[in-house]
């Protein structure tokens, strides 16, 4: 008999969102599933890591228990070093993260936990996905995502992903019935206006909350911002050789060692 | 009289970092400048943001007092966010950020606060560049630094930067007269090969420090590892775009939609 896959699954939302109990259902129908996750939401925790602290992993008992599930006090990224070095029992042949409650799409990619948790993975050079359903509520409904979600882990797994490259799965929040189909796409020119709420403390100290609007300046149909909004799932493969190539010629023009 | 470039001047090792003073220092005769910094250390921080907690800012007195300076209780990109958006009273002409106690070279990027900073400079349009010293060290010696760290905040100010993209750029912890000039680079294909470091705690609980070794796979002679290597200043174009657009076409190929 061919031995499954073996899937880690972590997220950013923590070890007990909905997300990341709809993400091990599906991945279950397909492979060994160990979850190693964070135990408190961490979101827009970008890459971190955590240099300057202990961490601390707990063996978990969630739902059935027909897999090995762990919480860890770490950042996504923390999660998926400490999976591989010290969890589990061998290299796994995907990792996949999410399903997170809340866009990754644009340069949301940038801020994100649930990516970054991928990103890691293609750094140990792992196949890897992260999944993101546009919904921010608790309750979101990822009823839909769950058979675009297989197909393409389903995919990953056959056909493998080109070195130095992690897919990043952005899913409309409408109707299963409504979806289009999966769309390879570029990340769209986008970015926040952030406003800062600034608000008195009781005792009169100012303070601030991050509050902003996405706006999209792009009006390409090739990108994910695109896509989602014609009901297509977006599909970007995402590369962490941050290196501007293209810019490389210019820049050797500057007069720097005169 | 031309008016003086603004800078704005951040970093990931908080505010009182002697790199942060070198960096004041040197942008104090090319320009007018306002700090704005984490109030604590911050590495490893990635491009995390602050979502789920307050901010804070509180305006500082450090040395001579001739420029203003702020803490701010978030991480390198918030400071850059709130600072924009609150504190500046115009739009700043260059943001620098540094310069770091330690490599931000190759991989190191995706996990720097440093560069996180510059990034979200770069995402809100201003002209960014990150620097970094490879000595760890609180004491490093920020004096071999200061000619060249000047040379290409000067040449960024006077030829701006090509939309999309911020500068990274590590100096060698060598002598003054061992520095061979700036080399423009690609970031190298190098990472961490972690390795937890298992203890108890008093009480007999495990828990986990994050420790590895930097292992360089790439044996260009273009990249920021052997620059740096041989001595040179590497200076690497960073993009927020992380579309790896080379891999779209064949990821067109693959059997998503059947």
């Known amino acids: 008999m061919k031995k499954k896959p073996l899937i880690l699954v972590t997220n950013d939302d923590g070890i007990t969102a909905p997300g990341i ?80 409650h809340g866009s990754n799409s644009a340069i949301n990619v940038i801020y994100s936990g649930t990516m970054s948790a991928a990103i890691e993975a293609g750094i140990e050079g792992i196949p890897s996905i992260g999944y993101s359903l546009l919904d921010y509520s608790w309750n979101a409904n990822f009823e839909a995502s769950k058979k675009y979600v297989k197909k393409i882990a389903e995919n990953v797994l056959k056909e493998g992903l080109p070195e130095g490259i992690v897919l990043n799965v952005n899913i409309p929040n409408v109707d299963k019935k409504e979806i289009k189909g999966i769309k390879v796409c570029r990340q769209a020119k986008a970015n926040w206006e952030e406003k800062f709420d600034k608000r008195k403390t009781p005792q009169g100290k100012d303070y601030y909350w ?9 009006k390409g149909e090739d990108t994910d911002e695109w896509a989602l909004k014609n009901n297509y799932i977006s599909l970007v493969p995402v590369q962490f050789d941050l290196t501007a190539h293209h810019a490389i010629q210019q820049l050797n023009t500057w007069s720097f060692n005169e």
């Open 21 to 100: 109990r709809t993400l091990v259902k599906v991945m279950k129908t397909i492979g060994d599933v160990v979850v190693v996750a964070p135990d408190s939401p961490q979101s827009g925790m970008g890459h971190a890591i955590t240099l300057d602290s202990t961490l601390h992993i707990e063996k978990i008992h969630i739902e059935s228990g027909d897999y090995d599930a762990y919480s860890c006090s770490g950042t996504p990224a923390d999660c998926v070093k400490i999976a591989i070095n010290e969890i589990l029992e061998r290299r796994p042949d995907l990792v996949v993260s999410g399903i997170n």
């Open 210 to 218: 991050l509050t902003g609007e996405f706006v999209n300046y792009d």
